[in-house]
């Protein structure tokens, strides 16, 4: 019955190499990658070999000695964990006296481990217990009686300050696993072993409580544990699953694989899939833990409408729902025109849903007003990129920064917002790769356990494109460029004008020093870092891979797609493009961005980034689709609210968005949807969009849908159903009917159709399919008949998908918000490990107990100048608005600097944030906004203070709950 949670662990990680070696083993002939393990390659042969203290996510250890084997020829029992084969080998796996050993080793272990097997939460899945009976062991002649770690007072006190699993201490047998898998594949450092002989065990910290010391609830160790010492306290209270289904984690860009263990339709835990590409059995507290939102008391499975925003909800069967949404819209049509209605699609959602919301709006409403968050986030990048190379998405694989030498991180902070590709570059940075950081906060990169950013240049707010300017100058004049490979790859025109621009004086570091205060002593020796390996410039004997990883830092700025084209200039000028250990590589915040792009979700584009405009294209989809497609571009997000406010633009479907939390200027945002006769959300939650909306139809869980996500590094994945939907209709499903009712006809059946529809009119999935992502786990666009079965793992390896590459000239030009007197600092935002996005999901589970509100970083010589002191609230006002929040004092920002999170809506961050945008796409300008930020009166026990705009959403909020509750007492 537990079969299933059993995966075949060969005991070392694999190795990589050209030679192999022969060996036998128990007279078996076996064939092995120089360097791979006697464990391994006993495993390879049919053969498992006792084992304890290995697992093949970590490296040996050799501590448990239950490995032993004998080699002819050789004295002694080595381990077969650290041994590595040798070609002419003889191993023998068993034999009496290696079973006379393991016998007694399994005896010490049990001597000193209570016998409650029966009663034990890993009953049925403890290795300890599986490695008794491998040995045959009957009786522990030792006795229990002695000195021991489970009974009396000597039983240490059980752990349960994670509110996701458990530590008990006295089922240890410090076999190092955990620690090791903190170290090796999370790279917190966060456990250690705490005293010697049979003192030994594992402590968090120095002493800690797992809450109190710097575990970052990944889970790594919890997976690596081979009893029940380190346990999910699901586990404890459900038992252990007796099913498990392989889907894709619905948070960050990432698109880690799990397995979702399951009892009926209960999920019992979520453990990171060993073979997932793009995690590779690694997790974070997010995706291995908060997934508990999906059955929170707080889903609404119930479809409501509503005449007003000040009527109570009524409760109402689908048909009805359906119905009352699709007359609006048709009456609003009639009335304002075709163009008066439009939607949002999800970058949470499926590629299958997104692709039928923008196919709705286009064929049903007969429009293109169809947009996307990614809007607000990664528009830039799908312009630059396009610009430069051809097309709208990164270049490489995650594996591929185990090849870079250098790694430059811009305006991300991976180890926060995408954690897990986070552990992977850390590990990488400890063998030795260097690492240069452009961020104006100080992140966890910059330094942290075992690893140091060689140069951290600390910006201010606002001046990508003067530095990266600058780092191109420094690379044209020292004569760092890669002239062979520009000659054969890029442009050779735009190349000699973008040469001319950077080289320049007024490029140069120590003219832009002033601009972004960065010293030009250190912004040079970055650039040399970058574009050679060493920080001095010295051209290296062999040729240096050099990485470009950025986020949400770089995009989310007036200049945010100058600033993707800078990057992508820097990488062809280097040669860093088109192999292993290089590219450009942007981190996507939400599970489906890229897909919500790749899917056609942008007012301009069709499918695979083809213009509306293009007949050719169009006159494709207009075929398949039977209908006639307008051949203009139509509204995006922020023109939506500027035509409701003009009355204009009167209908809005919203699926899977909260754009009152998530879009700057929210005072804005809310006057446009009060603007609207008609909003429909699509959700599973009342989130602050839907509190705005008409027509609330219950929207379902990654749980609870078949489909795929495309993740940052262009990997479709599988989504799969594991329990049925809350509300009965998976998302897709509920479009389909929404068409349907609005006259168009969909009879999908499976989101397995809705793809083969893709695949059929868009050229860089037309080899993409679900037989074909079943049996290789995955697959990357482009996927066609001339790429690779499984797609395209490394862009632009032998030219760039638009022929040669193009350098556009990157002049720096100074955004419009400026420090004033009355407004002296600048604010940025971001994100924290444990809260995501909006935090509509994780709000709702644990993941509180580690960040509850949103705060405002300030520097200590500003706060001391502000009479602020840690702890205190304080108000920051904008142009566009005031909120008051709760100050960090911290020397992670610099002066002049302030940063805050916008996890909560109460915090209103992006009341505060203005409506400037990215010149290109609209992309709105999170992360510059000047502010100033004064102390105020400190509110006794009873309250907090807030400002005018949290007092007025504390009473709204407040209303809607009640009109909510209304609805589901029947009034």
């Known amino acids: ?61 050799g501590s448990c000695r239950l490995c032993l084997v004998e080699v002819e020829g050789r004295k002694g029992f080595p381990a077969s964990c650290t041994t590595p084969a040798e070609a002419g080998m003889k191993v023998r796996t ?108 594992v402590s968090p910290g120095q002493g800690q409580s797992f809450m109190e010391s710097e575990c970052v609830s990944c889970g790594a160790c919890v997976e690596a544990c081979p009893t029940a010492t380190l346990q999910e306290k699901s586990i404890i209270q459900l038992g252990q699953p007796e099913h498990s289904t392989i889907t894709t984690c619905a948070y960050c860009g990432v698109g880690c694989a799990f397995k979702a263990e399951m009892k009926g339709n209960e999920v019992v835990r979520m453990v990171p899939w060993k073979d997932g590409k793009a995690n590779e059995g690694h997790a974070c507290v997010k995706g291995r833990f908060a997934w508990g939102y999906a059955t929170h008391k707080d889903r609404i499975t119930t479809p409501m409408i509503r005449k007003s925003i000040a009527d109570p909800w009524q409760e109402v069967s689908w048909d009805e729902a359906i119905g009352y949404a699709a007359s609006e819209f048709r009456r609003i049509q009639a009335e304002h025109g075709r163009d008066s209605i439009g939607g949002i699609t999800s970058s949470r959602c499926t590629n299958e849903e997104t692709y039928l919301v923008q196919k709705l709006i286009r064929a049903a409403f007969g429009n293109n007003n169809v947009d996307t968050c990614a809007r607000v986030c990664h528009s830039p990048t799908g312009y630059g990129l396009g610009q430069t190379y051809g097309t709208s ?21 991976p180890t926060d917002a995408h954690p897990v590709f986070g552990s992977r570059m ?90 972004s205060g960065v010293p030009a002593a250190e912004l040079r020796a970055a650039a040399r870092l970058y574009a050679t390996g060493n920080s001095e410039g010295r051209q290296s004997a062999r040729q240096v891979n050099a990485a470009i990883y950025y986020g949400l830092g770089v995009t989310e700025h007036a200049q945010g797609s100058t600033m993707v084209m800078g990057i992508a200039n820097l990488a062809m000028a280097t040669g860093n493009v088109g192999r292993e250990g290089v590219g450009v590589n942007p981190l996507r915040g939400q599970n489906n961005v890229q897909g919500s792009c790749d899917m056609g979700s942008f007012p301009h584009e069709l499918p695979g980034y083809r213009h509306i405009s293009d007949s050719t294209t169009r006159s494709l989809f207009e075929s398949a689709w039977g209908v006639t497609l307008n051949p203009e571009p139509g509204l995006r997000i922020p023109n939506m609210f500027e035509a409701a406010q003009q009355g204009s633009f009167l209908g809005l479907y919203c699926e899977g968005e909260d754009i009152v939390q998530s879009d700057p200027n929210t005072q804005h945002v809310i006057d446009s949807l009060k603007a609207m006769q008609c909003v429909v959300v699509q959700d599973i939650f009342l989130n602050e969009t839907a509190q705005y909306a008409h027509v609330f139809l219950p929207g379902s869980s990654f749980l609870e849908k078949d489909g795929t996500f495309t993740n940052a590094e262009r990997r479709i994945s599988r989504v799969r159903k594991v329990m049925p939907p809350k509300a009965g209709y998976a998302d897709w499903e509920v479009t389909q009917k929404l068409a349907n009712a609005l006259g168009y006809p969909m009879n999908y059946a499976h989101p397995e159709e809705i793809m083969r529809e893709i695949a059929a009119l868009t050229p860089s999935f037309a080899g993409v399919s679900y037989d074909k ?40 030009v100074p955004t419009d918000e400026k420090v004033t007197r009355k407004y002296p600092l600048l604010l940025t935002t971001g994100r924290i490990l444990s809260q995501y996005n909006v935090g509509a999901q994780t709000r709702r589970t644990a993941n509180n107990q580690w960040h509850d509100e949103d705060r ?55 009341v505060i944030t203005t409506d400037s945008s990215d010149w290109a796409t609209n992309c709105p300008e999170y992360k510059v906004t000047a502010v100033n930020v004064m102390p105020v009166q400190q509110p006794d026990h009873q309250s907090e203070p807030q400002s005018a705009w949290q007092r007025s959403y504390a009473q709204f909020h407040e209303t809607q709950l009640e009109l909510l509750h209304a609805a589901s007492q029947g009034e």
């Not at 939460?121 to 009686?145: F, H, I, K, P, W």
């Not at 998405?393 to 902070?413: H, R």
């Not at 356990?449 to 004049?477: D, E, F, K, Y």
Request: charged share 25%.
């Open 94 to 201: 068993q034999s009496p006296r290696l079973q006379e050993l393991r016998k007694g080793v399994m005896e010490l272990y049990i001597s000193d481990h209570p016998l409650d097997c029966l009663t034990c939460s890993a009953n049925g899945n403890c290795e300890l217990q599986d490695m008794a009976g491998v040995t045959g062991l009957r009786e522990v002649r030792y006795g229990l009686d002695g000195a021991n770690h489970f009974r009396g007072d000597s039983k240490p006190a059980v752990d349960d300050s994670n509110p996701y699993f458990s530590y008990d201490a006295s089922k240890c047998i410090v076999c190092n696993r955990c620690v090791r898998a903190c170290e090796e594949t999370q790279g917190t450092f966060a456990l250690t072993i705490q005293g010697r002989g049979f003192e030994s065990r």
């Open 856 to 910: 405002l970083e300030i520097h200590p010589h500003d706060a001391e100048e502000r009479g602020i002191r840690h702890g205190d609230w304080v108000g920051i006002q904008s142009r566009a608005g005031e909120t008051v929040l709760r100050a960090t004092v911290t020397e992670r920002v610099a002066p002049g600097v302030v940063y805050t999170t916008f996890h909560f809506p109460e915090s209103g961050a992006n």
């Open 426 to 515: 850390k590990k990488r940075l400890r063998e030795g790769a260097q690492l240069i950081v452009i961020d104006p906060r100080r992140i966890d990169l910059v330094k942290s356990p075992h690893i140091r950013a060689a140069h951290h240049l600390q910006l201010r707010p606002g001046t990508n494109v003067a530095v990266i300017s600058a780092m191109a100058h420094v690379i044209v004049t020292e004569g760092l460029l890669d002239e062979a490979y520009i000659a054969e790859r890029c442009d050779d025109k735009s190349f000699r004008e973008w040469r001319e621009f950077v080289a320049r004086p007024d490029n140069s570091p120590e003219a832009m020093e002033a601009v």
């Open 1 to 61: 019955m537990l079969a299933h949670l059993k995966e075949t662990d060969h005991g070392t990680p694999l190795r990589v190499s050209e030679r192999e070696v022969t060996l036998e083993i128990d007279g078996v002939a076996v064939s092995v990658p120089e360097g791979t393990s006697l464990m391994r390659a006993a495993v390879d042969a049919g053969v498992r070999v006792p084992k304890l203290c290995a697992t093949d996510s970590l490296e040996p250890f």
């Open 773 to 812: 992502i079943e049996r290789l786990g995955s697959v990357q666009w482009p996927c066609n008949d001339s790429t690779d079965e499984a797609g395209t793992a490394i862009m632009h390896v032998d030219r760039f998908v638009r022929g040669k590459g193009r350098f556009i000239i990157t002049q720096y």
């Open 393 to 413: 998405a990164g270049t490489q694989t995650f594996k591929s920064v185990e090849k870079a030498d250098v790694i430059l991180v811009i305006g991300a902070n």
